[in-house]
């Protein structure tokens, strides 16, 4: 039958038709995590999170491979995240749920976590060696460091993978047998696949030579080795292109370009201008009709 549920925020599923919800409060901010067995009355959910910080916004969600359940308290410039077996609680909502603390909040630190084949891959931006609660003044780069499941918290971070200091990470994607990082060099966007089995990385072909602004789109899927990534360039309006990560190399893709406008007519060319004895990375888009020394 129909069962309403009042007053919920977000939620995602659990095992053995059970769900977790957010719950906001009188300044509509999520601060309640709470618990919810399929056909049995509301009234009897339990709370599993509550976040007392008036700064901090709640959510739930799911590792890739549905093995663990990820409470994050967030603020605009920190996170705290906690993580629990996503088998570990049944059908009754007696149960309570034993979420282990990856790294206590501190300010300017943020950090993301899932996890795949015991252990947990985690995103984060904390010094190296530093597990202290001082507050982090300038953003520090974002590096991919790994954890055993059974010991997520931070001082068993080890690194997974290690970019150059002229390249910065920027976003992750999980995938059963790959990783894909999206990282930012010298301005231009590189795309990384890490294979966890032969533990080898590549870069995927981007369009343009990399002249484009590239994302990831929506990869919902675990157990594939495609990845769909998004891209615009000064010759196309957002596009999507699908990548085999076995091979790298591109197998579909749906481009748009501006009306009147032939992509292989125009180049585009990434540089880099001296100012005030800085390098700003500059992007040059011509007519092949035209010189540069015209």
Same mark, same amino acid.
């Given at each position: 039958?129909?069962?309403?549920?009042?007053?919920?925020?977000?939620?995602?599923?659990?095992e053995n038709d059970t769900l977790f919800y957010t719950?906001?409060?009188?300044?509509?901010?999520?601060? #309640? %995590?709470?618990?919810?067995?399929?056909?049995?009355?509301?009234?009897?959910?339990?709370?599993?999170?509550?976040?007392?910080?008036?700064?901090?916004?709640?959510?739930?969600?799911?590792?890739?491979?549905? #093995?663990?359940?990820? %409470?994050?308290?967030?603020?605009?410039?920190?996170?705290?995240?906690?993580?629990?077996?996503?088998?570990?609680?049944?059908?009754?909502?007696?149960?309570?749920?034993?979420?282990?603390? $990856?790294? *206590?909040?501190?300010?300017?630190?943020?950090?993301?976590?899932?996890?795949?084949?015991?252990?947990?891959? %985690? $995103?984060?931006?904390?010094?190296?060696?530093?597990? &202290?609660?001082?507050?982090?003044?300038?953003?520090?780069?974002?590096?991919?460091? *790994?954890?055993? &499941?059974?010991?997520?918290? &931070?001082?068993?971070?080890?690194?997974?993978?290690?970019?150059?200091?002229?390249?910065?990470?920027?976003?992750?994607?999980?995938?059963?047998?790959?990783?894909?990082?999206?990282?930012? *060099?010298?301005? *231009?966007?590189?795309?990384?696949?890490?294979?966890?089995?032969?533990?080898?990385?590549?870069?995927?072909?981007?369009?343009?030579?990399?002249?484009?602004?590239?994302?990831?789109?929506?990869?919902?899927?675990?157990?594939?080795?495609?990845?769909?990534?998004?891209?615009?360039?000064?010759?196309?309006?957002?596009?999507?292109?699908?990548?085999?990560?076995?091979?790298?190399?591109?197998?579909?893709?749906?481009?748009?370009?501006?009306?009147?406008?032939?992509?292989?007519?125009?180049?585009?060319?990434?540089?880099?201008?001296?100012?005030?004895?800085?390098?700003?990375?500059?992007? $040059?888009?011509?007519?092949?009709? %035209?010189?540069?020394?015209?």
């Amino acid at each position: 039958h129909l069962q309403t549920l009042d007053d919920i925020f977000n939620f995602v599923f659990g095992e053995n038709d059970t769900l977790f919800y957010t719950v906001l409060n009188d300044k509509l901010r999520a601060h #309640k %995590i709470r618990y919810h067995c399929i056909e049995h009355p509301q009234c009897n959910d339990i709370d599993i999170f509550v976040e007392e910080d008036d700064e901090c916004f709640v959510d739930i969600t799911r590792t890739k491979d549905k #093995k663990f359940h990820i %409470i994050n308290s967030s603020t605009l410039d920190s996170s705290e995240v906690y993580v629990f077996s996503s088998s570990a609680i049944g059908t009754d909502t007696s149960d309570s749920v034993n979420a282990q603390l $990856l790294r *206590r909040r501190q300010r300017g630190v943020e950090y993301y976590a899932d996890h795949y084949e015991g252990e947990f891959v %985690i $995103l984060t931006n904390s010094p190296v060696n530093d597990d &202290s609660d001082v507050s982090i003044g300038e953003p520090l780069p974002f590096r991919l460091m *790994r954890a055993p &499941s059974a010991l997520p918290s &931070s001082k068993n971070w080890k690194p997974l993978l290690c970019v150059a200091d002229d390249e910065r990470i920027e976003d992750v994607e999980m995938f059963r047998d790959y990783i894909m990082v999206s990282v930012k *060099r010298q301005g *231009r966007p590189v795309v990384i696949i890490h294979n966890r089995v032969s533990k080898s990385n590549s870069e995927l072909p981007l369009p343009n030579g990399g002249n484009c602004v590239v994302r990831p789109d929506s990869n919902p899927q675990f157990d594939t080795s495609t990845v769909r990534l998004c891209f615009s360039s000064p010759v196309h309006l957002e596009s999507t292109i699908e990548y085999n990560m076995a091979t790298q190399t591109p197998h579909k893709s749906w481009t748009s370009t501006p009306l009147h406008i032939n992509p292989d007519d125009y180049v585009i060319q990434h540089e880099r201008a001296s100012s005030d004895g800085l390098q700003v990375p500059v992007t $040059l888009i011509r007519h092949k009709s %035209i010189s540069l020394a015209s």
